[in-house]
């Protein structure tokens, strides 16, 4: 699994590439976390993303929570099939912004 | 479990998470060996991959020595999942699923496994050994 940072239209965008489990959860959280710590709104990029399991799913549900208290938005950008199979599972389909492309003007 | 059928798959390996994405795949082609559905495959993958987690991370509590064993093998209509580890007896009510109102990370291995098993117990193993996991899912028939 491959994390590349992206600013895009004024975005932090958290490229994720490849299967997202416990071995990589961590990994995922750290980098949703750290531009909203910073103040960026940011979005995860989760073209790429084959695979996720709930310690994923945590990783997602812990920024949209630190972005809710920051009131700064986050979202996931370009769900893949099996990834909102899994978040409908969760019941989280109607939690988070789900975008087609990254917002232009921020 | 069932001793007469054969084992599609039995593989023992350590409580690293670094082995989930073997086991995922072992599983996946064992799997795929009784349907071409891969919906259903998927669920059966998911169900094993959240069980190791929880092995991983609340029966070995992060020792990533510990041992975990899974089999599977089909019994009859059913994919039968048997999910062996070593680590101190849990109490089998003490494995519950978390409200999913609840907006928190965490807490939803439980509810996955139970969304796509038919069946799933747990129990101890004798004389303190262990746990044992069995999930059971009805095999689908191909179109």
Not at chain 2, 24 to 50: F, I, Y
Not at chain 2, 74 to 89: C, K, N, S, T
Not at chain 2, 99 to 106: K, M, Q, S, V, Y
């Amino acid at each position: 699994m491959s994390i590349k940072l992206v600013n895009q239209n004024g975005f932090s965008v958290v490229v994720l590439n490849g299967e997202i489990d416990l071995s990589k959860s961590q990994e995922v959280r750290r980098a949703l976390l750290e531009p909203l710590a910073a103040g960026h709104p940011t979005l995860a990029d989760m073209s790429g993303v084959t695979y996720i399991d709930s310690s994923g799913i945590a990783a997602l549900v812990e920024a949209h929570q630190a972005a809710r208290k920051k009131s700064l938005k986050f979202g996931l950008l370009a769900v893949s099939e099996p990834v909102s199979g899994v978040l409908a599972l969760a019941r989280l389909d109607k939690v988070f912004s789900f975008l087609t492309e990254i917002p232009s003007g921020q | 479990m069932s001793m007469t059928e054969p084992l599609l798959l039995e593989i023992t390996f350590v409580a690293d998470p670094s082995w989930l994405s073997t086991v995922r795949q072992r599983v996946r082609t064992a799997a795929a060996q009784l349907t071409a559905d891969s919906g259903w495959v998927a669920d059966v993958v998911m169900a094993v991959n959240e069980a190791c987690m929880n092995v991983m991370q609340h029966a070995y509590k992060g020792d990533v020595a510990g041992e975990i064993v899974l089999k599977m093998r089909q019994v009859g209509a059913f994919l039968e999942i048997a999910l062996l580890d070593f680590a101190p007896p849990i109490a089998a009510d003490t494995i519950r699923p978390r409200a999913l109102e609840d907006l928190r990370p965490g807490g939803l291995g439980t509810h996955f496994i139970r969304a796509v098993m038919d069946r799933c117990e747990y129990a101890n193993l004798a004389q303190g050994a262990g746990n044992i996991l069995r999930m059971h899912k009805r095999l689908v028939v191909d179109a």
